[in-house]
């Protein structure tokens, strides 16, 4: 299983007044990141508009602390937890970019973390966890449950969980990424027609959906996912939350999920435009267009917003277009199948 997997019902989170995550939620979210997380620049280059026919901004997560957007919700998520509580700890489930965000958060609030973690996530993404100073539980995903481990780690520690998308404090502080690209993008005079961002378990999908909802209403948002774990597109197309029979199977690692978050789903179920899916293919070739055109480090699942523009999954040749590469915690020989494409 990965950071997009099954949901517990326990939650670090606390209950946010109205509705389950609200602008005014992700709004104060900023303001506890700020100063921690890095805001992440919009870029763009002339070759993808060339290569595309639309004008592209790109919102580089893979840059954020820690590698990934993930960074974002862990802190947003654990600064919340109250300080006469902290000296318990965290326990998350996790591939590998929520293991090091909240890692990376537990470690500058001064919580420990443990951190439960497939036996087989990249090689990577385990070095960094521990690097962060947190202990890495791992499991072997065919055949035992990381929540029912990550349970029994929290009965025996007092321990708060932190889901990796299920949970509201986590989804507004991803809505950050929404925000500020709606704000550079407005700080630029541009109107954006469309954005697309790579999507497991919807926590960061329905935040920025939220977010654009608010500050670019005329945005439309595209949900993008490997072929093969498809479930937000077939949700969204079916109305009610569908499921994924493989747990394993693609290089996009951090975007396997079994099936949407109940919270995610309720956000984009009203807010999200057509949803997309890429091949590993195309998610290998967006990876090295990356880094030998745009000079970024990315991951194969958090490539797939860019794989899907290459690979023209939607109509955007004139349009202004939004896309976020949210992560770039990616193993060597990876990068390697990827350039030597």
Avoid: W
Wanted: net charge negative; glycine share 10%; hydrophobic share 45%.
């Amino acid at each position: 299983m990965t950071d997009t997997q099954s949901q517990p019902v326990t939650s670090a989170g606390p209950a946010l007044s109205g509705k389950a995550v609200s602008f005014e939620d992700i709004e104060a979210a900023a303001g506890r990141l700020r100063g921690e997380a890095l805001l992440t620049p919009l870029l763009r280059h002339p070759l993808l508009d060339e290569r595309t026919g639309a004008r592209v901004f790109i919102k580089p997560e893979n840059l954020q602390r820690s590698g990934s957007f993930k960074f974002r919700g862990a802190f947003n998520c654990l600064s919340q937890i109250p300080v006469s509580e902290r000296a318990r700890g965290v326990v998350a489930c996790s591939s590998g970019n929520h293991a090091q965000g909240v890692a990376a958060s537990a470690r500058l609030l001064g919580m420990p973390a443990t951190i439960v973690m497939p036996a087989d996530a990249p090689a990577i993404k385990l070095e960094r966890t521990r690097g962060y100073g947190a202990t890495v539980v791992t499991y072997d995903r065919d055949k035992e449950d990381r929540d029912a481990i990550a349970t029994r780690l929290c009965a025996q520690t007092g321990a708060r969980l932190v889901h990796p998308f299920n949970d509201p404090a986590v989804i507004a502080g991803q809505g950050t990424v929404g925000l500020e690209l709606a704000d550079q993008a407005a700080a630029l005079g541009v109107q954006l027609d469309d954005v697309l961002a790579p999507t497991g378990g919807g926590g960061l999908s329905s935040g920025i959906a939220l977010a654009l909802a608010h500050q670019s209403p005329a945005a439309r948002f595209h949900t993008v996912e490997p072929e093969l774990f498809d479930d937000y597109k077939r949700s969204l197309q079916a109305g009610t939350p569908q499921s994924n029979a493989a747990r394993s199977g693609s290089v996009c690692d951090a975007l396997l999920s079994e099936s949407p978050g109940e919270i995610g789903f309720s956000i984009l179920r009203e807010l999200a435009g057509e949803a997309v899916t890429v091949s590993d293919e195309e998610a290998l070739d967006a990876v090295a267009f990356a880094f030998t055109e745009l000079k970024l480090v990315v991951e194969p699942g958090g490539a797939v917003a860019l794989a899907a523009l290459l690979a023209g999954k939607l109509p955007l040749k004139g349009k202004t277009v939004g896309i976020v590469l949210t992560g770039g915690n990616i193993d060597p020989q990876m990068l390697i199948r990827a350039l030597s494409r």
